[in-house]
């Protein structure tokens, strides 16, 4: 059917409207209505976007490769085609198409984030350092996050001399003045949920702190490192930690009065979660295990898993054994939360931690989710076998099983 020009101009207007507005399902109908070959570059560029969002990736790459052989690589269409097939788990393509988009986009933008990504999902340190430097470098302004990712990662190659500079450089924190606070949890035990609700009801500020340990390769960000520590002196914080009690963190520890707040999870199901948000999100975690086992990207998921059971979960166990260790060693130093009383009443559990952090106790317990998935215990049967959770059970330090309801 031939088009006539109003009826086109009346389409491609009520397309960039539905765009506009996010009524992406309305704008691909329209754009569909139109030639594709009279799409300006803008209206093509859109039609991509909205088919990517909707999750029609293999319509919005065509069409995002077509946009480049018809109008040139621009820096917004292969950062979308880049965007795509990072989606689509094609890191290597990813990265290929992030890197021609960063040479054409003013430094520090969206290509410069994707390049970052893809290199982290390749296992590639060095290279994804690099990336991230040159967002901070080049962004208006670094924000705490990206800076306590880079410290993570130079820590974790071991380079940690870098780290003070790289602190210095952020603006100060925007948190009302007060002193911190600290939770420490172990990593995926949904101490960042606990944090976040405890913040609030104290009319605190949020924020996870901490630094890799390349002989903890794999296990995130258990050095409490003092200069990320300084940056939030006289703020009122609630810091998220992984910290061990290693040495190099007793006088980190020593700022906070006693007793620390340690949350803990069954480590299987940890494990399992841990393992499961480096296949979700990639990026920082995947690179932790790449530096644990060289060539980790290459592997099947089930063999992933699979060292991550023999060279991981150790790490769990050591993390946990320090903290038992100082309990029995110093009565009245440490209190212990877990993760499965969390389930079992989340709001109550969040009361008693905010009254130990001075909230008022009649102050109502909201409860913030953060990085919270399926919020339920036991996961690791289902991925383990009987033998397998057996065994890792039978290695718990210190009576833990028993001490905390963890069960074979």
Sequence with gaps: MQRTPNLTVATQTAAEAAYARGDLPAAIAAYERLDPQALSAPLHLHFAHALALTGELERAERLAMDHVSRFGSTAAACSLAAAIAQKRGDHGRCLSLAAVAEQLEQPGGAANRLVYAALAHLGALPEAIGALGRLIAFGAQPSYTEVNDLCALYGLAGQPDTIPALVARLPPSDARPGEPRLLVAMPKSGGATIAASVASRCGAMFTGVGVDLPDWAGFPAPWL????????????????????????????????????????????????????????????????????????????????????????????????????????????????????????????????????????????????????????????????????????????????????????
């Design 225 to 408: 490192h003092p200069d990320l520590l300084g940056y939030f002196a006289g703020r009122q914080v609630m810091l998220l930690s992984h910290a061990a009690a290693l040495p190099r963190n007793q006088a980190a520890l020593a700022r906070f009065p006693l007793p620390i707040v340690v949350h803990l999870r069954d480590p299987r199901d940890a494990l399992v979660s841990l393992f499961e948000m480096g296949e979700s999100y990639g990026g920082l975690q995947f690179l932790r295990f790449a530096r644990c086992c060289p060539g980790y990207a290459l592997l099947s998921p089930a063999d992933r898993l699979g060292v991550l059971r023999e060279r991981v979960y150790p790490i769990y166990l050591q993390w946990i054994d320090s903290w038992l260790q100082i309990a029995d060693r110093e009565p009245g130093a440490v209190t212990f939360s877990t993760y499965e009383a969390f389930l079992e009443d989340p709001e109550a559990l969040v009361a008693r931690l905010s009254v130990r952090y001075g909230a008022d106790p009649g102050t109502d317990a909201q409860i913030h989710s953060v990085h919270f998935r399926q919020g339920r215990s036991g996961a690791h049967r289902e991925i383990f076998t009987a033998a397998q959770s057996r065994d890792m059970f039978d290695a718990l330090p210190g009576r833990a099983g028993e001490r905390f309801g963890w069960q074979p």
